[in-house]
Nanobody, 122 residues
Framework: QVQLVESGGGLVQAGGSLRLSCAASGRTFSSYAMGWFRQAPGKEREFVAAISWGGGSTYYADSVKGRFTIYRDNAKNTVYLQMNSLKPEDTAVYYC???????????????WGQGTQVTVSS
């Protein structure tokens, strides 16, 4: 069992930055690939970024490539999402998730956090 708690969301102007954190419980954090997803009002949940167990591989949605960076600190049981050059269309609830396999498909992920709101004003 893995429990995930996101933090770091908030209101930011377009062009600004935010860093999301996701703290995981348990001693097996390094056994899980981690991902970030987001869901805007009236839209389906979409993949944002994923990172492999040791952090050596990352994968991004085209919409955030070059602006967002996912990284993890296994000693702190935490995964991060650094978001730069934010746009109004990045406004959504952001969720972190844990999976035994590395990928971008939501159904691959076994554990989910409660989400944190990110709002980007124009």
């Amino acid at each position: 069992q893995v429990q995930l708690v996101e933090s770091g969301g908030g209101l930011v102007q377009a062009g600004g930055s935010l860093r999301l954190s996701c703290a995981a419980s348990g001693r097996t954090f390094s056994s899980y690939a981690m991902g970030w997803f987001r869901q805007a009002p009236g839209k389906e949940r979409e993949f944002v970024a994923a990172i492999s167990w040791g952090g050596g591989s990352t994968y991004y949605a085209d919409s955030v490539k070059g602006r967002f960076t996912i990284y993890r600190d296994n000693a702190k049981n935490t995964v991060y999402l650094q978001m730069n050059s934010l746009k109004p269309e990045d406004t959504a609830v952001y969720y972190c998730a844990a999976a035994l396999r590395y990928g971008s498909v939501a159904t691959m992920y076994d554990y989910w956090g409660q989400g944190t709101q990110v709002t980007v004003s124009s």
